[in-house]
């Protein structure tokens, strides 16, 4: 798939530099040439004769090298690839990217070069989130730079969260779907996406509450994002963090998702994952805790929230083109997600079984039922967030017909 293609590959200075060398190696069995730039800082964490040996070709570390720049060493560099590949990406290059520096070889060809640029960040918690970090993400984004991860979860210094370097399997997908132009079928498409469970009050201290995790619907977010989409993420409580490149709108009841929705519209789509609660209480949460008493035990008055999909729906002026809906079943997950697509008017419904036997709720995988007019089609069982990918997919063929 990669035959031929001329991979610039920019090695920064973080601990994940080391998994760069399997990226080159991967990258050149599936047929690609891959030139090798190590920053000052990544030479602390591998070796110019490691880059060298494993590439075929010299690895380039200097802006002043007299022998390089004899031929213009950073131009060339910039220009002599079909893609430029920063892994690790460190927060130090996203900075310098972001504000245009070029004070060392690999800022350099970054500035210089007429070529598509992406990178793979890897860092710190903390490092990430920093708003500094995130301002020249955005930044970076806005500019047309492609992004591959950063994934979660235990990190060289020890500590859990954002910032692992995308895996070696998921940066080459991302370079492979460059080069066969399928990466950002949804650029210039807004798409809502709704997530978690919403909480009704009862009193001040209890509430209604659901099993949902929102794990499918942030996982949508992002392969949306990662497909070009501009989404916001209307989410009710979890704790998940946000899928780079998404607008995320935290509300707790269905009440305020239903405004948080309104207000994000219009919108190319709008997909509804949330398990919004369908009952709340009638007279609100009231102000006090309530009691126990000798009258015995309270009756809850409830009455129905606001129905967000049907209402997306059918909307009679500036109906999203797509509306999809998530149909969570314990049984006859076929024929009621079927009912439920004609009772809502969506397009689509994604139908999949949550009984507590099919540890979908709050697990990381699904199987589900794709429910169109024109028929079901099953999925197998997979990963959540292979099944946002194959989500985003069939959203993006659908919007392009
Ligand atoms: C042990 C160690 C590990 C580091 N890991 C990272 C990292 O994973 N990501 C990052 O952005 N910076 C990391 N840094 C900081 C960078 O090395 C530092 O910001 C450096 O200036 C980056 O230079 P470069 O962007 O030219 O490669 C680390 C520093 C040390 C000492």
Redesign the pocket.
């Known amino acids: 798939m990669l035959d031929g293609k001329r991979i610039l590959l920019i090695?920064?200075?973080?601990?994940?530099a080391y998994k760069s060398l399997d990226l080159a190696r991967r990258l050149m069995e599936r047929g690609a040439s891959v030139r090798g730039v190590l920053?000052?800082?990544?030479q602390?964490?591998i070796t110019p004769m490691s880059v060298a040996s494993l590439t075929g070709d010299e690895c380039y570390i200097e802006l002043f090298s007299l022998k390089d720049e004899a031929e213009m060493g950073h131009i060339r560099l910039s220009r002599e690839a079909d893609l430029v590949v920063i892994a690790?990406?460190?927060?130090?290059?996203?900075a310098?990217m972001a504000n245009g520096l070029a004070n060392?070889l690999?800022?350099t060809i970054l500035l210089a070069t007429d070529k598509q640029v992406m990178i793979a960040?890897?860092?710190?918690a903390e490092?990430w989130a920093n708003k500094a970090t995130q301002r020249n993400i955005e930044t970076l984004r806005r500019d047309g730079i492609l992004m591959v991860g950063p994934g979660a979860g235990m990190?060289?210094?020890g500590e859990v969260g954002p910032?692992r370097l995308a895996e070696v399997p998921d940066m080459i997908e991302a370079i492979e779907d460059f080069f066969t132009g399928g990466l950002r079928p949804l650029a210039g498409k807004k798409i809502i996406v709704t997530a978690g469970p919403t909480h009704e009050p009862i009193d001040p201290v209890r509430y209604i509450a659901n099993r949902s995790s929102g794990k499918q619907g942030f996982a949508l977010a992002g392969a949306l994002s990662a497909f070009g989409a501009d989404v916001t993420l209307v989410s009710g409580p979890v704790t998940l963090d946000t899928p780079p490149g998404v607008t995320r709108v935290d509300v707790e009841t269905a009440l305020e998702m239903d405004a948080a929705v309104k207000s994000a519209l219009p919108a190319d789509a709008a997909i509804c994952v949330a398990a919004v609660a369908d009952w709340r209480m009638k007279a609100g949460a009231g102000g006090e805790k309530l009691k126990k008493s000798k009258e015995g035990i309270p009756a809850l008055d409830l009455c129905e929230n606001p129905d967000i999909l049907k209402g997306l729906s059918s909307m009679t002026e500036g109906r999203p083109a797509l509306v999809v809906g998530f149909a969570a079943e314990t049984e006859k997950v076929i024929e009621h997600a079927k009912a439920k697509r004609e009772r809502k008017g969506c397009d689509l419904i994604v139908a999949n079984d949550v009984s507590h036997s099919s540890g979908v709720m709050g697990g990381d995988d699904n199987q589900v039922h794709i429910i169109t007019e024109s028929g079901v089609e099953s999925w197998p069982s997979m990963r959540k967030d292979d099944v946002a990918r194959a989500l985003a997919q069939t959203i993006a063929d659908t919007l392009a017909h």
């Open positions: 090695i920064g200075g973080g601990v994940a920053t000052p800082a990544g602390q964490f690790p990406a460190t927060a130090d290059l996203m310098k060392d690999a800022s960040p890897a860092m710190n490092m990190l060289a210094c910032g």
